[in-house]
Structures are given as structure tokens and as C-alpha cells.
């Protein structure tokens, strides 16, 4: 019989701010955030998806998908 190892946990607090345009704009609503890793109470502020997946990726090892 082999023991098992515990799972691996790690978590992430992920805050939001949207900047919405004004009301005759055109414009798609602008974001940014911060992110925090809870175990090391590292943060990081974000203004694109791509850096909130770059932070994740010191902590967890994310696949990417072929395009």
C-alpha cells in the first residue's frame, strides 16, 4: 500500500475595479485589480489578464492549451 500525498493548496484573492465609460460612449469598460496570494501574502496590481496568469504561474503550474 503507497500513502497518499496531501493535495497541494494554494489561494488567491483576486479584486476587480471597473471603469465604466460614460453613458455615450462607445467604449468597452476598462479593468484593474489586485491579486494576492494568501499563503506568502504576496500582491500584485494588475491592468491585463496576462499579468494575473504570469502571478499565478510562481505558485502554480498552469498548462496552456494549444491554440
Known sequence: MTASRPPNITSFVIRFVINKPGEASSEQPSYHGIIRHIQSDEGLSFRSWKE????????????????
Do not use: L
Open 52 to 67: 494575473v496568469e504570469t502571478f499565478i504561474r510562481r505558485y502554480v503550474p498552469i498548462e496552456e492549451k494549444p491554440a
